[in-house]
């Protein structure tokens, strides 16, 4: 089954739902900010989002009262502080409240490389005498049966849906990413629908090695041509990361009046390149 | 040479890494000391970034921990997945770098709520890399502003283990890494007192009273029978240091 | 701690032993035959060997007498046939006894993956039905901790040396290899001691990809400059896979005087380009 | 035109391969049989070898797993622990392909060995792959000349996983593939009766005496109702197997 070739409103309207889960990845680079915007758009509610580091953009949707529940495991403006619409849904129900299942980074890369690897768990070494294991049901010990080491279990990822943004799409939709490719081929091969933004779509993928980072058409749903799409995250080889974006966000994501003047302006344009 | 507490954190941290060190680097002050350690006294240290890049030499500090610049200077970048399993859990690591919002004198670290897990008072950004790089990296260094609410009788909650409530803790859970080993702080250097797992101070930065250490200080803080006076950052040291940031701040501002 | 550069004899004997458990990777490509040969010429004695895929390399040491127990998934001779010196020794005891650990390609994959990653054992989803769970000991069972799925796992390959071949190391002792990957990182960063010998030794690597499959100088004990040290396996980019060599094989394993000439012939000559 | 039985079971393979197929790949008559698909009706099929390389497009026939063509032509090549993990057992595979020495009326194979698996008469190259090709590609396809001493009525030791010995005992197991579906042997074309689990001949190749087959057969060979005559090799895909043989031969001869 190859990827069709759609616009961000179809591939957003086909393969969304309320209530669906949807991980939106990038560590850092090739965030999918046009993506999440357009679900913002179009109005989709209770969703399980799943990310390592929510980033501006899970605030974002956060603040727009689209999510139920998070799946991560860093969340804040890295560099900068706090994500203050993520803090207020934890710490005040605001705009709904926030139902959180957290781990560590490595759980959580792990978990997603379970999911993409047809593992109903990720088993791995950590949570040393931390505390999260007390607090997360969805942790659990056991012992290796050869040495009896304690080992720690964590439920695979399997998204609904998964969105990524990448540099290179083919006309027949084989898609090329490059960079700091963080776990963004394991959450798509994680996913039952994967959509894919990126920077071009061009006749022919000429990687730049026989081991380049690659999804092949017919591990993706929807091909979407977004460029620009990763702003204010980064697209290696085609723009860098908007740092002073990240740090203006302060402001705009503290102050709840702020935020309802960005996300009015957001929901009246169409994505901004 | 004048110079301010951050500035002095930052020296003092990159003085303790060797040029043989691998080290696991974190956003703010532990990027700033490695690339000063770089650009100074080691200059083949390697950095490496939980973004997935490894060996990496950038001109500018980032300000997150996935900049371009990292990948662009780095000798390879490997998926976050591997980076997790085979370079930290493998245990290639020599070095970590953590801070936070509360450590105990246990050097256990709390950068997930203050209050209540479930009804926090206020939700910190959480763990992270953290948990895995307290365990897996050989040794630990924590940067850490002193004051009576960050250096606390107990964390409320342990985000990456310390040394629990006492010495052999580690070990008994089968970890063979030494842990947190150094608090490098604006007021003193701090260092795991072997037969008590707590931190006691080994180095008081100069012109520092103990007293003060005690008041920034919320358990009873302890001091070494031979107290050493950290010296003050060098000329060199300041100067690089320095131009780094300039550096950093026109890039960032873009 | 960086690669020392060494020359091929110096490496072998530094970092073997008699007894040893050496892991000597390459899937199809990049076998390091030169390292191989060596082993045999250095005499080194019962050798507990790691591999894939033996292929004609373990062949040639079984055959030597070098090897007391193997760790394999498929022992023959790719797209020919058997390897003889590898069965007379199971059947026969010839020219000494060998001890078998048999796995599949999934177990042996995950479980150098689990050597380099520091986990005591590699968990997967495998061996449905099939008989070697009756004979092999080391492949064991448990459940899943939330779905209590039935889970297989096998204990993790740490060699005390693997050996591999690749393209092109620098003069500090980065190491890249290209095109089929095989294991090699794996095996390499799961041992204690690591021996890589190349193809080409340049002053910077030049990696033609950000991703490109780079093992940095601190995971490698020696780099070795051996121009030709894969044949007649093959060097991506720099020479083909020599099929005839491996055809003709078939006949010289297949008869032990044979076998004990090319043994002599190897045992009094420098290594062959 | 004449025809060899290879050739022949080489075209009946080929035919039963579609366009959007996902094939895991193994050397010998099954890459035989994919490539000519692949040069024939089925030009967009997806080919994968376990040696990692996907979406492989050989322009002659590998000897081994991982030849030189196979990557030099692949859109890209994974390493080996990704190919079993996140290809393989991920469930992205539709078809896998599998032979081997002894096969019984279930479908499950045996490559290990002939006799006591301790004491072996015949030690074979072992499972590779095959336990998990079996359990994880969508559907399994089995080409094998068929002989008495090959077709048993039990094997000495399940390499790979068919049927069991009776029906859904695949499901049992947790498995929602479908395992061994057909047989493509020299004589004739078998597949899986659903109500027994046990593979029946569908399809006898043209000149083959139902005798032939029951004497090649180790067990009481069963019939469909409606049995199809095999549609001999056309031209055209003699002409192609035959030229990328040649070209393959020619390639290997170096």
């Known amino acids: 089954m190859q990827a069709k070739i759609q616009t961000l409103q179809e591939a957003i309207a086909t393969h969304l739902f309320d209530g669906a889960t949807v991980a939106m990845e990038g560590f850092t680079h090739l965030i999918p900010f046009a993506a999440g915007h357009e679900i913002i758009r179009q109005g989709f509610k209770n969703l399980e989002l799943v990310r390592m580091t929510p980033d501006m953009i899970y605030d974002q949707l956060i603040g727009a009262g689209c999510v139920r529940k998070l799946r991560f495991s860093w969340g804040g403006n890295p560099g900068v502080g706090s994500l203050y619409r993520l803090r207020e849904a934890i710490e005040k129900g605001y705009p709904q409240p926030l139902e959180v299942d957290e781990h560590s980074h490595a759980a959580m890369a792990a978990a997603y490389a379970a999911g993409a690897s047809g593992m109903p768990c990720a088993i791995f070494k950590g949570y040393y005498g931390a505390d999260l294991e007390k607090v997360n049901p969805s942790i659990k010990t056991l012992a290796c049966p050869f040495t009896g080491e304690r080992l720690v279990a964590v439920p695979a990822i399997r998204p609904d849906v998964t969105i990524i943004h990448a540099q290179k799409a083919s006309k027949k939709g084989d898609v090329s990413l490059e960079g700091i490719v963080g776990v963004q081929k394991e959450a798509v091969l994680a996913a039952k629908a994967a959509i894919v933004t990126v920077e071009e779509i061009v006749d022919e993928l000429q990687p730049s090695s026989p081991n380049a980072v690659i999804l092949p058409s017919w591990t993706v749903s929807a091909v979407v041509h977004v460029p620009g799409g990763a702003k204010p995250s980064y697209a290696h080889g085609y723009y860098s990361r908007d740092n002073k974006a990240y740090m203006d966000w302060e402001a705009i994501s503290k102050d709840r009046e702020k935020f309802n003047q960005w996300l009015q302006e957001l929901k009246s344009t169409d994505y901004a390149v | ?254």
Chains 1, 3 share one sequence.
């Open chain 2, 1 to 254: 040479m004048q110079y301010n507490s951050t500035e002095l954190m930052t020296v003092v941290a990159s003085r303790i890494l060797k040029n043989s060190d691998v080290c696991f680097v974190g956003i703010g002050l532990p990027s700033a000391a490695c690339n000063l350690a770089r650009l100074t006294h080691a200059p083949d240290i390697t950095l490496i970034y939980e973004s997935g890049t490894i060996q990496t030499k950038p001109d500018v500090l980032p300000l997150s921990i996935g900049d371009g610049e990292l990948c662009e200077t780095a000798l390879t970048t490997v998926s976050v997945p591997e980076m997790f399993s085979y370079w930290l859990q493998g245990g290639r690591i020599t070095v970590g770098f953590l801070g936070g919002a509360q450590i105990d004198k246990f050097g256990n670290i709390n950068t997930t709520v203050v209050g209540d897990y479930y009804k926090p008072k206020v939700r910190l950004p959480g763990g992270g890399g953290a948990p895995e790089i307290a365990a897996f990296c050989h040794t630990i260094y924590v940067i850490m502003k002193q004051s009576p609410r960050a250096f606390v009788d107990k964390v409320d909650f342990i985000t990456s283990f310390g040394h629990g409530d006492g010495p052999d803790q580690r070990k008994a859970m089968g970890l063979n890494t030494s842990g947190p080993s150094k608090i490098i702080t604006d007021l003193c250097i701090m260092e795991t007192e072997e037969a008590t797992g707590e931190f006691i101070v080994t180095s008081i930065h100069p012109g520092v009273a103990r007293e003060t250490i005690q008041e920034n200080t919320g358990w009873k803080i302890r001091f070494a029978e031979e107290v050493a006076i950290t010296d003050a950052p060098e000329l060199e040291e300041l100067e690089a240091l320095r131009l780094l940031n300039e550096k950093t701040k026109m890039a960032h501002q873009g």
